[in-house]
């Protein structure tokens, strides 16, 4: 669960599966306000 300082928005990404191109840039973006995270925590589906 993430709550987004700007925007005051709570919410949980889901990942479901990592593409296999996928790169970690280590940049997030809220989905609401698009605001940037240095992280964000992520579940990540086993
Ligand atoms: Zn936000």
Redesign the pocket.
Known sequence: MHE?E????VFEIEWIAKGKDYNDFGHWY?P????MFDTIIIEETP
Do not use: V
């Open positions: 987004c700007i925007c005051g928005n809220c609401f306000c698009g605001a």
